[in-house]
């Protein structure tokens, strides 16, 4: 993927970094929720902001090193309890139930306690993405698109089913360069929406959001285009394009 990963910007980061204004909504056109923390601020590149979400909200705070620990020697100590139960009442008597309970129990503990989130923004120039694991300052993933650097989008949404029954449905958003070489960016994912819309937090909707402002931003070029060379050019996939003009196609 050749999305720009910001690794050389530098960005500030911690509790609250952002304050959206009212007219900033999350990526269905909602209102968004007062209590989400936006640990990063958006970058100027991507232009004023039309939609965000944040999975962080401002009273939750990274758990320590040792807390996670304790916590998860609580919970080994609960699975190896309920083990024993579950040994006690079966009659096997076999060493594995105590064993494997306690070490499913600490895995989940230990991820259930981790501090890993996520904050988006979609502008009229640009959007971008930022990840942060462990506490807000740490930001591990920083990306960005400006919607200058592509000429044409193309979709992919695909329903699965097992035996008749729907499982969940796959998407991918790429975006072209003017050349209709690799993409510029993409997003991909899947949700369990069936013919619905996911939930605020699935990338499906930022991904829609991104379609919509890039759209809007394209279309004043398309037209430029159009009084400058009397034609316009749309991608088809696999490095064809289509001209379209007056009077041709």
Request: with cysteine; net charge positive; charged share 20%.
């Amino acid at each position: 993927m050749a999305t720009n990963v910001m690794s050389e910007i530098q960005v500030q980061a911690g509790p609250g970094m952002w304050t959206p204004p009212s007219s900033v909504t999350d990526h269905l056109g909602k209102p968004l929720p007062p209590e989400r923390d936006f640990f990063v601020a958006p970058p100027r590149e991507i232009g004023p902001v039309k939609s965000a979400y944040s999975s962080l909200k401002r009273e939750i705070e990274a758990k320590t090193a040792q807390t996670r620990v304790a916590i998860v020697a609580l919970a080994a100590a609960a699975g190896v309890g309920a083990g024993v139960g579950i040994d006690y009442l079966t009659a096997i008597h076999s060493p594995i139930w105590p064993a494997v309970i306690a070490a499913l129990a600490a895995l989940i503990a230990w991820g259930v306690t981790g501090f890993k989130h996520l904050c988006n923004f979609v502008g009229a120039e640009g959007c971008a993405e930022f990840k942060c694991k462990g506490g807000r300052e740490n930001i591990t993933q920083k990306k960005l698109f400006n919607f200058k650097d592509a000429w044409a989008v193309s979709t992919s949404m695909t329903r699965h089913f097992t035996n008749g029954v729907y499982t969940g449905t796959s998407f991918g958003f790429y975006w072209y360069p003017p050349d209709g070489g690799k993409p510029v960016y993409q997003i991909v994912g899947r949700h369990k929406a069936n013919l619905k819309t996911p939930p605020v937090q699935n990338a499906f909707n930022f991904a829609r959001a991104v379609e919509m402002a890039w759209d809007n931003h394209l279309v004043p070029r398309l037209d430029a285009q159009l009084r400058e060379k009397g034609y316009i050019n749309f991608y088809m996939g696999d490095k064809r394009w289509a001209r379209l003009g007056l009077g041709f196609l």
